[in-house]
């Protein structure tokens, strides 16, 4: 007899069990991970806090500054050479008017000696021509003193003949001829009398022209003479001589850069600034320099307006002496103030302003964790933020980097010994 045999397996509704169970498992999952999308669990020795408070606050930007000298000189060679003696070494402080180097230039002092010959000779034929017109002068002075001496004794003869011929005593051509020869005499010195004055206004005038041109001459003589000792560098001021780098026997050129003198007696700083900062920046501003943990007080001395890669640059002079340790060249940073200190909200600078902009932060909550809020900064200084909205005073805030949870609404924060 045939049986009838059934068929195993499960039913339906357990097909339908087994599927709501997959179903609640795969939702549950969703939730989870949009869940965890959302928050991200940190502990919070890896994160910086700081509190919000409402305190004194001036806004200041950190700029980078280079220590230069108030007064430096460069050295340049007024005449060029080769490098004979070298006379002191870099770094050496110097007087002014110290010879520094010595170049030797044959084909100058070859030129020097022709040219002195020839001005020496020029300057010879001129006071020679100046002796000759001396005696010029001599003899038309001899020349008239004679004459009027003539003229004196010719008048006595005269005023002698004149009562003799009234006495009948001499002839009248003897007469006549004493008068004419008074009247000859008479013409004689005041001819020559008109000559001393011309040749003396002519004489006057070639003097002048003489004493000018032997002036110019011993002066052109003078400045070739110069040109001599210009082999020899001077230091032009007092100071500390700086890029004096060179070899004997090195040629150096007319006008090239042989040193540089830097009056160490005062310093300053040359800054470069934001271009965004160049219509808050005005002379006399204030500015604070640290240096070995000593503050010193500076002012903006003058601005050059000039933008090159985005920066302008200022100059800051010290409000009172110098910082013993400065030295040209040596960097420093400057806090330079853009208003005076009043009462504001501040946030404590950090990390976070890279990843949020300022336009968020994570506030710590009581209950342990933190939550992402927008807030408004505004002004700054070199270690807080101004806080204009989002945040009260007490509160606390994440400013470490947001690198890992910028995208995260929550964090929750967890002990270091967080197991």
Same mark, same amino acid.
């Given at each position: ?45 890896? *994160? ?81 021509? !100046? ?6 002068? !001599? ?8 004459? /009027?001496?003539? *003229? ?101 050129? /007319? ?12 310093? /300053? ?10 219509? !808050? ?20 001395? /003058? ?24 030295? !040209? ?15 504001? *909200? ?74």
């Amino acid at each position: 007899m045939d049986r009838v045999i059934e068929k195993k397996g499960l039913s339906p509704k357990v097909y339908y069990s087994i599927g709501g169970v997959l179903l609640l498992a795969l939702l549950t999952y969703a939730f989870v991970s949009s869940t965890s999308e959302s928050s991200y669990r940190i502990q919070t020795d890896k *994160l910086r806090i700081a509190t919000v408070a409402y305190e004194n606050f001036e806004e200041s930007i950190p700029i980078n500054g280079t220590v230069e000298p108030k007064h430096s000189v460069q050295i340049d060679a007024s005449e060029g050479g080769v490098v004979e003696a070298l006379l002191v070494e870099d770094g050496t402080f110097v007087q002014q008017g110290q010879p520094i180097v010595k170049l030797n230039n044959k084909a100058l002092t070859l030129d020097f000696m022709n040219r002195e010959t020839q001005i020496v000779e020029q300057i010879n034929n001129l006071r020679s021509t !100046r002796i000759t017109l001396d005696q010029n002068k !001599r003899q038309v002075q001899e020349q008239l003193i004679d004459q /009027r001496y003539q *003229l004196q004794e010719q008048q006595r003869q005269f005023n002698i003949n004149q009562s003799l011929y009234n006495d009948s005593v001499i002839s009248s051509e003897e007469f006549e001829a004493s008068r004419t020869a008074v009247v000859y005499l008479n013409e004689r010195v005041a001819l020559l009398e008109e000559r001393s004055k011309t040749d003396e206004l002519y004489r006057a005038s070639q003097l002048e022209n003489i004493d000018a041109s032997i002036d110019m001459m011993q002066r052109n003589l003078q400045a070739i003479k110069q040109n001599l000792e210009d082999l020899t560098v001077k230091a032009p001021i007092s100071g500390q001589l700086n890029g004096f780098d060179m070899q004997l026997g090195e040629t150096k050129q /007319r006008g090239e850069l042989i040193a540089r003198v830097d009056d160490t007696t005062g310093f /300053r700083v040359r800054a470069q600034v934001d271009q965004y900062y160049l219509n !808050r920046i005005t002379n006399e501003q204030a500015a604070i320099m640290t240096i070995s943990g000593q503050a010193y007080d500076l002012t903006v001395s /003058r601005i050059l307006p000039t933008v090159v890669n985005n920066q302008f640059e200022v100059i800051l002079q010290f409000a009172d002496e110098n910082p013993p340790t400065v030295r !040209r060249g040596q960097n420093v940073s400057i806090k330079l103030l853009l208003s005076a200190a009043t009462k504001a *909200l501040v946030l404590k600078k950090g990390a976070f302003y890279q990843e949020s902009g300022g336009k968020y932060v994570f506030v710590v909550q009581e209950d342990g964790t933190a939550v992402k809020r927008d807030i408004v900064l505004g002004a700054q200084n070199t270690t807080h933020y101004q806080v204009i909205e989002g945040l009260e005073s007490g509160e606390e805030v994440i400013i470490s980097a947001y690198t890992n949870f910028s995208n995260i609404e929550k964090l929750i924060l967890e002990s270091s010994d967080y197991d």
